[in-house]
């Protein structure tokens, strides 16, 4: 049995131009307040892995161009792209505006279990990771539309935010198409 891993040629991935013609994913990814660079390069590497439409960085989160960024991202922070808003609240409004479904990625009294998520075809949903320490913010939380929370089963009660970002966007992808 071939067992070898596979070349990069050999994987069949788009450039970044391509990525910027692949029909859209419906999915938005919101970092309110997010504190380090190196998790905000992490986002853009795993929103670009899961076909992201768009990244928006609110509040303090680092943008483009940055060493930092770049250093995890790898280069997704020129494939996806990506828009700055002062406030998360602003970036709620306008998704809102825009018809996507607002989703805290929270554990709040009435979260939805990642696993009960099943996105609706032709629905489009704006999701929405917090700080490092606080999470995010209680009026961010107030406007989304519901909250999904990570089921966890250690002594720990929360994961980093990039590790939270690709568990929440595979759950949310694996129902999709991709196109290969």
Request: a negative charge.
């Amino acid at each position: 049995m071939d067992n070898r891993k596979l070349l990069n040629i050999e994987l069949g991935r788009v450039n970044a131009e391509q990525y910027k013609e692949l029909p859209p994913s419906g999915i938005v990814v919101v970092l309110d307040n997010i504190r380090s660079a190196h998790n905000v390069g992490s986002a853009f590497r795993s929103s670009d892995a899961f076909k992201v439409d768009q990244v928006l960085l609110c509040g303090i989160s680092a943008v483009p161009p940055s060493a930092e960024i770049h250093k995890s991202a790898l280069g997704a922070e020129f494939s996806v792209p990506w828009k700055h808003y002062d406030e998360t609240l602003d970036a709620v409004r306008d998704l809102r505006q825009q018809g996507y479904i607002i989703i805290g990625v929270e554990q709040t009294v009435n979260s939805v279990s990642l696993e009960k998520f099943v996105p609706e075809p032709g629905k489009k949903y704006a999701l929405i990771f917090g700080n490092e320490v606080a999470g995010v913010a209680q009026d961010v939380v107030d406007a989304s539309d519901f909250t999904l929370e990570i089921p966890q089963f250690g002594t720990k009660h929360t994961l980093n935010v990039s590790v939270s970002i690709g568990v929440v966007l595979w759950q949310s992808r694996k129902f999709s198409n991709f196109n290969k």
